[in-house]
């Protein structure tokens, strides 16, 4: 190695000492970085989503139960309950942990765009049964903004995600680096001339 090297090495080294306090600063700004952890408001927002997932199921249901004899409602309607069941049961999971992986979220979210994959491809069915009347294609409309704003969310969450992880992985980095530098012995001394 270089003199430069050694002296390059050291100052970076020297830059800030490592201790168990940062160490642990370290740790927990990744632990916050990849988790959410639910405050009061949070619990309470985490909660009304809850209700709210389990009354869309319902209504799914109830509509299944009196319209399902459409080979489109009984397509779409058991598709939202089983995401809406999906939602419960994330939600009821993060309310007794918590805490919430954010990649999870991401995954939850990425459901609800297969999901408006599904109900605009039903639309887009149905339009082709009856080409020649133009109000068969009325809801595509509908549908396609319930896709378009999935699919946008889902594109965000992918890129928040990547950024997420880099800045994960950059932790990480330093984190190690600072263990590693735990663990090195000292430079040696510059040879005196």
């Not at 306090?21 to 949070?42: G, I, M, S, W, Y």
């Not at 918590?98 to 995954?107: A, T």
């Amino acid at each position: 190695m270089s003199q430069e090297q050694i002296d390059f090495r050291a100052q970076l080294l020297d830059a800030q000492p490592m201790t168990p306090a940062l160490r642990e600063d370290f740790r927990r700004e990744l632990d916050v970085l990849v988790n959410q952890r639910l405050t009061p408001r949070k619990r309470v927002e985490t909660w009304l989503w809850l209700l709210a997932a389990i009354a869309f199921a319902g209504w799914c249901v109830y509509g299944l139960v009196r319209h399902g004899r459409d080979v489109g409602t009984a397509i779409i309607l058991p598709t939202f309950i089983a995401v809406a069941v999906v939602h419960v049961v994330w939600l009821a999971r993060a309310l007794r942990r918590g805490s919430f992986s954010w990649r999870s979220n991401f995954k939850l979210m990425e459901l609800w765009t297969l999901t408006a994959g599904v109900v605009m491809t039903v639309a887009l069915f149905r339009g082709l049964r009856n080409p020649s009347d133009p109000a068969s294609t009325f809801g595509v409309v509908f549908t396609f903004v319930f896709y378009v704003c999935c699919a946008g969310q889902s594109l965000f969450n992918r890129i928040k995600e990547a950024s997420w992880a880099q800045r994960e992985h950059l932790l990480r980095l330093e984190s190690r680096i600072a263990d590693l530098s735990d663990r090195l012995p000292p430079p040696p001394p510059p040879p005196k001339p």
